[in-house]
C-alpha cells in the first residue's frame, strides 16, 4: 500500500510534474520566496529497514540544488557535474523533510552549491555539488 501525498503547504508550489522517474520522487514543495523545499517521506521512499532510502536523500538533494541553481540563472538551464552527499541521520515513514541550499560560488560557466536537508531541525543528510551553466564553453 502506497501512502498518499500529502496536500502543498500553503503558499508552497510544487517543483515539477508527477511524470516519469518525478513520479516516484515527489512531490517536492518550493517556497513562495523560493528558498526552502518540504518533502514528505512516503512508503514508495523507504529502504529495507524502513527508513528514507540513500538514493532517495541524494535524489533529494540534486532536485533542492538544481532548482536553487536555476532560479538563480535568470532562465539559463544547467546541469549536474558532480554530487557529493553525506548521509548522517534517518528520516521515517511520515516524517517532513526541509531542504535548504546555498550558492558558495558562480563563475560565467559554474556554480557550487551546498545542501542541507534536515527532519524537525535534526540533520539527515548533507550534500555540495557543481552545476555546468549549459552553453558556457
Known sequence: MTTAAKPAPAGYTAVFGE????KYVG?????PDKAEFLFDV???HLNGGQSLH????MALA???????????????????ISLNCD????ARLGDRI???????RRTRSIVFISCALTVEA???????GIWKIVGTE
Open 54 to 57: 540513500g538514493g532517495m536523500a
Open 98 to 104: 526541509r531542504g535548504l541550499a546555498t550558492i558558495t
Open 122 to 128: 535534526k540533520p539527515i543528510l548533507t550534500a555540495t
Open 27 to 31: 512531490p517536492v514543495w518550493q517556497s
Open 42 to 44: 512516503r512508503d514508495i
Open 87 to 90: 548521509l548522517i541521520g534517518p
Open 62 to 80: 540534486d532536485i533542492v540544488m538544481g532548482k536553487s541553481v536555476r532560479d538563480a540563472l535568470d532562465g539559463q538551464t544547467a546541469m549536474t
Open 19 to 22: 511524470t516519469g522517474f518525478n
